[in-house]
């Protein structure tokens, strides 16, 4: 589908979302990080509905989720074969098709920018083995259009059920937003900045993506050695033809804004970073080691983004008396903020932290980082400042009580010392009994008493759960993202472990007022 059919198709990218949450950046409040998948029951079911009443009635007020999207051939949710198409796996059970529904018919029209791509793209997988789509077929990889219309007109029954799948999808998560919106819970959704290469998306628009003839990316996507690896990430993803895509004035980039915006009160922008400069692997290098930074238009991007929400708040308001026309869009300007988080940890320059900063986006802190020698850490306590979203770990972290205990015992120690755990009576780590289980209730406590205005404690810490419990080890790929909690854990912390409430009431994270404020 070319970029004209897109805007054609979703005349809001040409203005805005017909609703923007409008979320205060500067009111303190605390969330809760869990992934669905991390639900006992791996899915949208009850454990849900179960959640979010625990989540309200210990005043946490935001449910952050990683990306929603369907993973490719591993289960990470940030390399998924559509950045649109919510995972099918989430779903409980899928009612009968019927393609009569007025609500199906309404949703297949309003996503048909994304969705008719998605099914196609999932049939032909199916058609040809599961093969990538740079392997099909040439007249399927280059979308040969007597190819394609074939291809709709023999699967069409096989691409209903994928859309109908879809649709019950996107029903089930309105359901569940309404619901969080009901107890005062805004949902934090994901971003990834950077696109699976075997995706509907790369097939569908193959000029948006940095990619040779036959398919194949000729630089592909990652990090340097860092923290988390000595060789560094290597992603493989493709990068984008930003130049086209600037060109195209960012009209994939708004479609997919727009979407997310429509199941998310907030997002989070993966790897930051990449908006002002990627890293830039040669497709050959099997390691993140050999490469180099490349400027990226993000300034442009996210100028484009907020000139088209600024644009539709001030249509939605036309009726205004034409004597407080510019004084009513000067205030509205002033506080109508991208709704964005940038994910800024790692190696950040001054650049990075400048464009952060024009467009008045939370960065992020980690707690766990907060413990070297350098004065100047943006994760120690001291230098967190208001602007920030602090974690005592996230999906990319060990647990807390599995970083502790992971340490040396001299390192245990300084961390101790820092927490003020250590006194006169207890020197050593090896003198205090359930020691880390202290470090956990102490790092909580410190995330919510820090200066930044989010604060966010993952499911595992919130159970003082240990190291079996990690999410994903970076730059590894077997044995992430299984992890799954159970009821049982969260009863037994009812029992034994802090009272929430009290914590977030005593820190000024106890939001009275937390309905989701939209503007119509």
């Known amino acids: 589908m070319d970029v004209k059919t897109i805007a054609s198709l979703n005349p809001s990218l040409n203005t805005q979302p017909s609703k923007i949450p409008v979320f205060d950046f500067q009111k303190r409040r605390a969330g809760l990080l869990l992934h669905p998948t991390s639900l006992p029951s791996g899915q949208l079911d009850q454990d849900v509905e179960r959640l979010l009443n625990l989540m309200s009635n210990e005043g946490f007020s935001i449910w952050q989720v990683l990306p929603l999207c369907e993973p490719q051939a591993g289960l990470s949710p940030y390399q998924c074969s559509s950045t649109f198409a919510i995972n099918p796996l989430l779903l409980t059970a899928i009612a009968p098709v019927d393609e009569m529904d007025e609500s199906f018919i309404q949703f297949c029209n309003n996503q048909q920018f994304w969705l008719d791509d998605y099914a196609l793209f999932k049939v032909l997988r199916k058609k040809f083995d599961h093969k990538a789509w740079y392997d099909w077929p040439e007249q399927y990889k280059h979308r040969e259009p007597e190819a394609i219309e074939q291809a709709k007109f023999h699967q069409a029954s096989e691409i209903t059920i994928l859309k109908w799948q879809q649709f019950q999808l996107y029903q089930r998560w309105q359901d569940i937003r309404l619901k969080a919106s009901a107890k005062g819970i805004f949902l934090f959704g994901d971003v990834p ?13 193959q000029e948006w993506f940095l990619l040779e003839a036959d398919g194949q990316p000729n630089v592909v996507t990652g990090v340097p050695p860092d923290y988390f690896s000595e060789t560094g990430q290597r992603w493989g993803n493709p990068h984008y033809n930003w130049e086209t895509m600037q060109g195209d004035d960012f009209v994939w980039w708004k479609a997919r804004i727009h979407y997310h915006l429509e199941q998310f009160d907030i997002l989070r ?22 490469g180099h930074w490349q400027e990226m238009p993000g300034d442009a991007l996210l100028s484009s983004l907020q000139k088209l929400m600024v644009a539709g708040e001030v249509d939605n308001n036309r009726d205004a008396d034409e004597n407080h026309e510019k004084e009513d869009h000067k205030k509205q300007n002033s506080r109508l903020q991208l709704p964005f988080v940038a994910e800024d940890l790692g190696v950040i320059t001054d650049k990075v932290i400048a464009l952060r900063k024009k467009y008045h986006l939370p960065g992020m802190v980690i707690l766990q980082f907060g413990f070297d020698g350098f004065d100047d850490n943006p994760h120690k306590l001291k230098n967190i400042t208001e602007d920030k979203v602090a974690y005592t770990g996230t999906h990319d972290n060990d647990s807390t009580k599995g970083w502790f205990n992971s340490l040396d015992d001299h390192v245990k120690n300084e961390v101790l010392a820092a927490l003020g755990v250590l006194d006169d009576n207890h020197h050593d780590c090896c003198e205090i009994e359930n020691v880390d289980d202290i470090v956990v209730d102490k790092m909580i406590a410190l995330a919510m008493s820090c200066q930044a205005s989010i604060c966010m404690i993952s499911m595992q810490d919130f159970l003082h759960l240990g190291s079996e419990s990690r999410m994903n080890v970076p730059g590894t790929t077997e044995g ?3 992890w799954q909690f159970k009821w049982s854990q969260v009863e037994y912390q009812y029992r034994h472990q802090n009272d929430f409430r009290t914590l977030l009431a005593k820190n000024n994270r106890l939001v009275v007022d937390q309905k989701s404020k939209l503007i119509d």
Not at 193 to 205: E, L, M, N, P, Q
Not at 276 to 287: G, V
Request: aromatic share 14%; proline share 0%.
């Open 193 to 205: 900045i950077f696109v699976g290469h075997d995706s509907a998306d790369v097939w569908a628009h």
């Open 480 to 482: 992430n993202w299984l």
């Open 269 to 290: 922008i993966d790897h930051f970073r990449g908006m002002e400069a990627a890293w830039m692997i040669d497709a050959a290098c099997e390691t993140a080691v050999d």
